[in-house]
Each structure stands twice: as structure tokens, then as C-alpha cells.
């Protein structure tokens, strides 16, 4: 079901994108629709949502970078040259001219195309069930958009119409509020037309539209408007925490009982370097990976993304979340002295598991996002990587929930369910929080760090509570979103304009 899903869009003819891989709106599109010979049907309705949900597995990207941006982990890889765009980001010293953020912003703006393609047609065809196509369609444009305005901060808005040649000029970048407020409204009606109750793998539900909502109100400071929404979907009782945190980021946890929102991917299709984009497959994983290594449970990668000594240290003792979220090389090493080998077997040397040392090299991986061993991968091993994101899962609830409530005063249900999530970490309740007030906001901020470390939160947490000077090479006023690529800027004959600190 999983890979018919992904993989139904290439028999779909359509990809309805304004946004190529080098100008924001393209001016040759490589494939056109008559409208007027399609969105006729049901089907013809469904298979352009299924290439909407198809850009979600770009968001790679997003997750790979936000953490290499934080003060969680240091961009890693081969040597410092090795993909130089990540280095930047890695020591805030990027440009607009860096392609890794010019992805975000190609594959963020590819996905509202394809959403407002739909959204251009939506009263063209009457059928049955037709208004929850349309909120799934929301749903995953005000995803997209919360994305660039996270990143980018003011871009050019549009909705209900594709963007066209012109509009670079004539369009201006839409301030974080006016952005913000079609967030709200695309997630609103998503609610109130959304499915509730488990659903097809992968397809949205209404839990996921008030989970994306109330952080959209989190990240903007409306305290109350996110504690009334993530309460009722805690109170809707449509998700729980997992009993054994070590099976979440396994593919047996895929789409678990704790997952409001998970992007799928396969190994269905083989990708290369030179279109990443076409990958299947979480890239990211393969990204993640230590570099060359023999060994049981894991297979190698780039060892790029590597946690830091002190992200390794925040666990407190008996806290089981820290050896599933990072790998300790040197223990995994020596917990496998008799791994054996092909060299071992061969006669060519003892057993043992072998890896090699990456740039910026800690010691640490992030388990989290490492390939497993034994992955089907029928094209490159390290680029389509069928382990799913767990965008938003309800651990974060609970947490957003904790935040917003203590922002508002009531404590008593703050600290209910942040020792919730402690309650599950350390496997019992004599690590609950008992603090009150500012005191305790600080403690759910840091119980964040820890639930979600390397899952790409850590970098916009920071940014969003003004914490970001914590971030090595930050510099305010500048580094809390990111530049416009220059050559959107060159596209636009200026007309968007932009980030300070940038020019």
C-alpha cells in the first residue's frame, strides 16, 4: 500500500509545476494539462493530490539542514569541501548564493504549485467526498508555506492560482503575518473537512491539521489559540505515546499509534546526485550514515550530520532516549568485538567492526536517521533509504501542549504532560517535574531538545524563543531566517528584495 501510494504519481502525466529546479517560476514547463480535459473525475482529482503529497519526500532537505543548523549536531561528511552549502549553514557564515538552501525554497514553492493547481480547479467537478481532497490539498499547502516562512521569513503569496511568468515582478513578498494567516486558514478548513480515524497510510488527517495549526499559533506567540487546539486533539484520544521508545524509528514502528503526521518514503526507485529530487527514498538517511561501515544492525552512509559531545551529554542518567536518538561509535565498536567481517573471513584480518572517520568526527550518528541493515534498496543504497519522517509526531503534541499552557499559566496541566513524555524516557515517574513558571517553561524547552533531537525541530525552537546566540556563529538580527537565493532576487528584478544581513 505504502509504495502504490508514492508511486501512483508516475503514471500521472500532469506535474503542474510553475517551479523548476532553477527559477521560481518556470517559464518552460516541461509538462502541461489541459484543464479542459482534466479534473473531470474523482480520479483525475485524486492523482494530481497524490503529486502534491510527491514533493513531501523533498522535505528531506529541510529536516537534514535544520539540523545541521542547531547546536545539535556539525555538518560531518567527507573532508570541508564536501558538499559546501551544508558547511555554511553549519557555520552561519552561508549566502544567498548556496544551493542547499536554494533547494528548500525550489521544493517548498513546487509543492504550493502543485496544491494550487488543484486549488485553480476545485469547483470543476462535483463529486462525492470531494471537500476532503480539497482539505488534504490545504493541508499540504499551508505545510509547504510553513516551511518557507520558518526559513525565508516574508515570500511571495499566492493561493487558489498557480503562479505565472509575471508574477515575480508584480507579486511582492507577503509579510510573516499575511502568511501566517492562510496557514490558519488552510488548516481550519482542513479540520473541519478532514477525516478523522486512522486513515491510508501517509494520507492527512484532521489530527495532523490541528497538530500543524497549533504550532503555527506556537511559533507566533498565540499561546491560548495553540493550547485550545492541541487539547482537543490530545482530548480527541486519536494518538498515545508508544510504550517502548526504541521501536518509533524502526520500520516496524512505521505509522504508529504516536504518528500525526509521517511523510512516507520507499525504495521503489533508484535516484542519483544529480536529482536528488527523483529519489523515493529518505536521502537524508543515507546522509546520516557513518562512513564505510562493517557491522551488524546499520549500514554506511556520508557521516555527515554528526551530534555533537554536548548533545550526547544532555541526557540525564537512566534516561532511555539518549543510546536510540544517538549512536556511540566506540561503544557500538566494542559491544561487536566477533563481528565477522568479509576481511575476517577472507583470512585477511581479525573481527571486529570497522568504520571510517569523517570530517568533524564526534563519535556520535544520528540513530534516529541511519540505514538499517538489511534495507531493500534497489538503487543506491544510501539515496533511497525507505525509512519514513516522522513529521509530527505526539510526543511534540504533548510538548507543544506543555509550552503553551505554562505560557498561559496553567501549570498544572503543563507539567501533566511533559512528565508524560518523562514518564516514557525514563520508564517511570521519579523524574517528573514539579517546577512552576518561568522555571518550567526552561525545562519544556530543554524536554524538547531531548525528545526530538535529530528529528530537525532544535534550529526554529531556538530561533522562535530568541535563544538563537546559542547556536555557534549565530548572529542576530540576521542568522533567524535564512537569505533569498540570489538568484531569485535576480529573477524578480529586485522586486522581493532581501533578508537583512544578506546583501
Sequence with gaps: ??????????????????????????????????????????????QALIGVYDILQTTYQNVLLGE?????????????????????????????????????????????????YIMEYQDKTEFEGREKIIAQTRFL????????????????????????????????RSST???????????????????????????????????????????QGKYQQAADVLEQLIQSGSYSLVANYNTIFEHSGENGPESVFEVQYTDAEGAGFECLQCSEGNVAVGFNGPRNLDGPLFESG????????????????????????????DAFVAANPTWPNARFLAGDGPPGVLFGIGYEHTGFFNKKYIPRLGDLNLGDSKLTNPNNYRAIRYADVLLMAAEAFNKVGNDEKARTYVNLVRAR?????????????????????????????????????????????????FTEDKNEVFP????????????????????
Design 68 to 116: 545541521i543548523a542547531s547546536d545539535n549536531t556539525l555538518s560531518g561528511g567527507e573532508s570541508a569541501t564536501d558538499v559546501p552549502g551544508f558547511q555554511q549553514v553549519d557555520q552561519m557564515s552561508h549566502t544567498p548564493v548556496n544551493p542547499e538552501v536554494k533547494k528548500i525554497w525550489d521544493w517548498m514553492f513546487a509543492g504550493i504549485s502543485r496544491a494550487n
Design 1 to 46: 500500500m505504502k509504495k502504490r501510494f508514492l508511486t501512483a504519481f508516475t503514471a500521472f502525466t500532469i506535474l503542474a509545476l510553475s517551479v523548476s529546479c532553477d527559477d521560481f517560476v518556470d517559464t518552460t514547463p516541461r509538462y502541461q494539462q489541459d484543464s479542459g480535459t482534466y479534473f473531470n473525475s474523482e480520479e483525475d482529482y485524486n
Design 425 to 473: 524516557a525514563f520508564g517511570d515517574n521519579n523524574h517528573n517535574y514539579t517546577a512552576g513558571g518561568p522555571a518550567l517553561g526552561d525545562l519544556i524547552f530543554e524536554e524538547r531538545r531531548r525528545e526530538l533531537v535529530g528529528e530537525g525541530h532544535r534550529f526554529f525552537d531556538l530561533v522562535r524563543t530568541g535563544r538563537g546566540t546559542l547556536i555557534p556563529g
Design 302 to 329: 556520508y557521516s555527515f550530520n554528526v551530534p555533537t559531545q554536548e548533545a550526547y551529554d544532555m541526557f540525564e542518567p537512566g534516561d532511555g532516549r539518549r543510546d536510540v536518538a544517538i549512536l556511540n561509535i
Design 484 to 503: 533569498i537565493p540570489y538568484e531569485e532576487i535576480q529573477f524578480s528584478n529586485g522586486n522581493w528584495g532581501q533578508n537583512p544581513g544578506y546583501n
Design 141 to 172: 499547502r499551508a505545510y509547504f508555506y510553513f516551511e518557507l516562512v520558518k526559513w525565508f521569513g516574508e515570500v511571495p503569496l499566492k493561493v487558489d492560482s498557480r503562479f505565472v511568468v509575471g508574477d515575480e515582478t508584480s507579486i511582492p
Design 177 to 219: 503575518i499575511e502568511v501566517y494567516a492562510a496557514i490558519e486558514a488552510d488548516l481550519l478548513y482542513a479540520i473541519e473537512n478532514m477525516e478523522t480515524g486512522p486513515q491510508q497510510p501517509g494520507r492527512i488527517t484532521k489530527g495532523a491539521a490541528q497538530a500543524l495549526l497549533g504550532k503555527a499559533y506556537l511559533y
